[in-house]
T-cell receptor, first 110, second 115 residues
Framework: GDSVTQMEGPVTLSEEAFLTINCTYTATGYPSLFWYVQYPGEGLQLLLKATKADDKGSNKGFEATYRKETTSFHLEKGSVQVSDSAVYFCALNIDYKLSFGAGTTVTVRA | DVKVTQSSRYLVKRTGEKVFLECVQD?????MFWYRQDPGLGLRLIYF???????EKGDIPEGYSVSREKKERFSLILESASTNQTSMYLCASSFHRGSSNQPQHFGDGTRLSIL
């Protein structure tokens, strides 16, 4: 079935460090891909999305490119801040249902 | 902005009780979803609904049921609560069935403890 595998955490970084969270997917069709973020005590918020191959999603300094050849959608940010501390989820959407990765906890230290 | 509101942030119930979790969205979305979130497992889909009075099982429906009598409201029911249903429950909605690039919008979650 359709599934997502993302890098296990937790990840701890210093402020202004570079962040990468790996995400790969398995799907029989042509899914849309999403990154969601969950800040402490809150629900999930959409961070960015890409709907077809080679699309790049971006928001709040985060970027991810939909790579069909490697079935990947890695999340990157060039310079993280303490406020980026959160849990990040990769997800794919085929039809109208989402399949989520296990989540990666990121902690940024000042 | 889309608002998805879950009726309780924290809930404590006893084993064997019938538990109702309520979710309301204000954007006329057709699709609504219930997930549970557990550490290391991500989000798992319990049930979803693509229209009033319509429902479909997700990946882990056992021990749960749902009700959608009005478009804006989607209720999750634990028929006889058990300790293994202690979890964070998240409700979500999205705009249109069959549209794969529409994001889901989430509520803040209900942390349910079954004692």
């Amino acid at each position: 079935g359709d599934s997502v595998t993302q890098m296990e955490g937790p990840v701890t970084l210093s402020e202004e460090a570079f962040l990468t969270i790996n995400c790969t997917y398995t799907a029989t069709g042509y899914p849309s891909l999403f990154w969601y973020v969950q800040y402490p005590g809150e629900g999930l918020q959409l961070l960015l999305k890409a709907t077809k191959a080679d699309d790049k999603g971006s928001n709040k300094g985060f970027e991810a490119t939909y790579r069909k050849e490697t079935t990947s959608f890695h999340l990157e940010k060039g310079s993280v801040q303490v406020s980026d501390s959160a849990v990040y989820f990769c997800a794919l959407n085929i039809d109208y249902k989402l399949s989520f990765g296990a989540g990666t906890t990121v902690t940024v230290r000042a | 902005d889309v608002k998805v509101t879950q009726s309780s942030r924290y809930l404590v119930k006893r084993t064997g009780e019938k538990v109702f979790l309520e979710c309301v969205q204000d954007m006329d979305h057709e699709n609504m979803f219930w997930y549970r979130q557990d550490p290391g497992l991500g989000l798992r889909l319990i049930y979803f609904s693509y229209d009033v009075k319509m429902k479909e099982k997700g990946d882990i429906p056992e021990g749960y049921s749902v009700s959608r009598e009005k478009k804006e409201r989607f209720s999750l029911i634990l028929e006889s609560a058990s300790t293994n249903q202690t979890s964070m429950y998240l409700c979500a909605s999205s705009f249109h069935r069959g549209s794969s690039n529409q994001p889901q919008h989430f509520g803040d979650g209900t942390r349910l403890s079954i004692l």
